[in-house]
């Protein structure tokens, strides 16, 4: 009982939180590279999430982004055919690979 009291509790108390000032979210522009497969991108993978997350991968083998593409369509069922997957690998690999295929 007291920890229903005490969930209850931190769960009411958030309603009342108060901010003095207006709150701003920061921008943060991403630096996209233009080429060759980019709107294949768009079309599938920027519906989903932001450039950053991409950006944030930091410099892959081919292999990796291929599995992430994979996971992609299987885990989270992106509707990519398979010549958009190979378009998409390419320019992340292009654009974003570290020269390596493993």
Known sequence: MKKIILITALMVGSL???VDKPM???YIPYKIK???GFDTLQANCLMC???GYIINQGPQPRLFWDKKVDKMITHFKAPITKEDKKIVVDYLFHNYGNGKLK
């Open 34 to 36: 233009m080429g060759e």
């Open 16 to 18: 009342f939180a108060q």
């Open 24 to 26: 701003e979210v920061p």
């Open 49 to 51: 999430h932001s450039f």
